[in-house]
């Protein structure tokens, strides 16, 4: 066989080529990213189909995004299982592994362990109450800092349960205002203004540690509340199931910030969707693995909310839902 010059050329240049293809190949790196839950355990959260709603939305974002697990990213998830006393740990253990980014659970007790591990790895939070007030950025617009991502700084929405608290129970005069203090103050603040414009008085009961909650529900009753409003927060997200039994039992309608609550046999939520709001996060993390700073990120506020109805709850405290509130309704639980 005869090989003139320029098959020869050819040959020797596609023999130089093929291992430059491969190594380069071998080179595109795979982003590792960080997950932080509150409330779910890690095996809910593990691999590229994860049990856990709110990880699958997130995931699901960065599939349209044109991300494929395995092959761009794979993710290091840690679960809190509501006990706040191990965020630390949690936070520690991804800087540890040197991710590349971190999404996060929203409440100040999570956000203040991973500020505690890090300066510099961004963090992408999926629902921070009050970013701004709580330290963890300079302004919504521009951060200034490692954390960016969705803010749940709407004031508009705690008066807005107050008035589904008051079509559902007009009554109720007195209702008893549930927080844990080392959140952010502003939902209180809300809170108060939002009663004095519908005619209620509200009786702030604070929570600073798991023995406190049966202790502020025999409060409320001897105080004889006509219906309950829960701040959302770490601590008191970590008993969620005992909250909503402990309401049943006291004959208390409560309100909640977060649909968790109602699947955990509360009566109503409203509030900000964050299954959407994970799925949004994605948008954050693309970008940050583009190379923007999270400093330069804006926060961005919620566009979903939804209003969740636990009919079985309503039954159990012999209240009849008026249909106004069953029709805007965004789910109903009967079972």
């Known amino acids: 066989m005869v090989i003139d010059r320029r098959q020869l050329l050819g040959m020797v240049l596609g023999t130089l080529a093929t291992p430059a293809a491969a190594e380069a190949q071998e080179a595109r790196k795979v982003y590792r990213i960080g997950i932080l839950s509150t409330n779910s355990p890690t095996s809910d959260m593990v691999g590229p189909q994860p049990r856990s709603p709110l990880t699958s939305a997130l995931l699901g974002g960065l599939r349209e995004l044109g991300y494929v697990y395995g092959e ?3 993710t290091e998830p840690r679960g809190g299982e ?5 965020f630390a740990d949690l936070a520690a253990e991804l800087v540890g592994l040197q991710v590349d980014v971190i999404v996060s659970a929203g409440p100040q007790s999570m956000l203040a362990a991973v500020t505690r591990a890090t300066s510099t790895i961004p963090v992408v939070t999926t629902g921070s109450g009050d970013p701004v007030g709580q330290g963890f950025a300079q302004s919504l617009a521009r951060p200034g800092g ?4 969705l803010s749940l700084q709407i004031p508009e929405t705690t008066g807005k349960r107050l008035e589904l608290l008051k079509e559902l ?4 005069v007195l209702v008893a205002f549930l927080q844990d203090p080392r959140e952010s103050q502003q939902p209180w603040q809300m809170a108060e203004a939002a009663a004095r414009a519908l005619g209620r008085k509200l009786m702030r009961l604070e929570i600073r540690d798991a023995r406190g909650i049966e202790g502020a529900f025999k409060a409320a009753r001897a ?3 006509g219906a309950l409003l ?3 927060g770490g601590l008191l997200d970590a ?12 004959r208390l309608p409560a309100m909640y910030s977060l649909r968790v609550y109602v699947e955990g046999g509360g009566l109503m939520s409203y509030g900000a969707d964050l299954v959407a709001n994970n799925r949004r996060a994605a948008t954050f993390v693309d970008k940050i693995l583009k190379g923007a700073k999270p400093a330069d990120l804006p926060f961005e506020q919620p566009t979903k909310f939804e209003l969740v109805i636990n009919l079985k709850t309503a039954k159990a405290l012999g209240l009849t839902i008026p249909q106004t509130l069953l029709l805007r309704a965004d789910q109903i639980i009967e079972k």
């Open 72 to 74: 761009h990213f794979v």
């Open 82 to 86: 509501g006990k706040p006393e191990r």
């Open 146 to 149: 490692n954390i960016t991502g």
């Open 169 to 172: 129970v007009p009554r109720a």
């Open 223 to 225: 105080a004889r509340a």
């Open 230 to 232: 829960v701040s959302a």
């Open 239 to 250: 008993h969620v199931r005992r909250i909503a039994q402990l309401a049943a039992e006291s």
